[in-house]
């Protein structure tokens, strides 16, 4: 990706020479650079606060809700058992992506996968260690379904939409089909993988 970004970089620029706009590739790298600036500051600002909410959440009894609301999905989903501590991190991860914050629901995520190891004592390093649990978690944190994507909005506002949550229906329907549909998927490669695996043609 480096080397096609690039590649353009250098494509524009031989461009703009020819056509004698090389003053508004400098103009354009200022305004871009002040762009940036902001958009970092503000979803920095933005990933600091539900950061904070999410610790508070893991040292409040408040996980315990999540745990109660989530834990039925994720055994529907799996159809078996783990223990409280995996399904507090699952109800975390799970919620921030709900929420459209999937860089915060990213450290949640990562320490689930840990845990997924320590539990089946593999070594992921190697892509054929990878069990069919994190493979269907794997997907259920890419594929999430959003209620309120902060992120999304909060970038749409700080470009000046008018109405950033005009989007919100469509982000519902988009990412409940396309939640269903992966999920769906990968139970079937998994079943697959188990016939195969219990057939001996699978490693």
Do not use: H
């Amino acid at each position: 990706m480096n080397k096609i970004w690039g590649f353009l970089i250098i494509i524009a620029i031989i461009c703009a020479s020819f056509n004698g706009r090389i003053n508004n590739i400098n103009v354009g790298i200022f305004k871009q650079m002040e762009s940036a600036t902001e958009y970092i500051i503000n979803i920095g600002f933005l990933m600091a606060f539900w950061a904070g909410i999410n610790n508070i959440i893991i040292n409040t009894k408040m996980k315990d809700y999540f745990n109660v609301i989530f834990k039925p999905i994720f055994k529907f989903i799996y159809g078996k058992n783990f223990d409280d501590d995996l399904y507090d991190l699952m109800s975390l991860n799970f919620f921030g992506n709900l929420i459209g914050i999937g860089n915060v629901a990213t450290i949640s995520g990562l320490k689930v996968i840990d845990e997924f190891k320590k539990i089946e004592d593999i070594n992921i390093s190697n892509s054929k260690d990878f069990s069919d649990d994190i493979i269907i978690f794997t997907v259920l944190n890419t594929a999430s379904i959003q209620l309120f994507p902060i992120t999304i909005l909060n970038i749409r506002y700080s470009l000046g939409a008018s109405d950033g949550g005009n989007i919100i229906k469509y982000v519902w329907l988009v990412s409940f089909i396309s939640f269903c549909t992966l999920l769906f998927i990968t139970k079937l490669y998994v079943f697959i993988r188990k016939r195969n695996r219990f057939n001996g043609n699978f490693k």
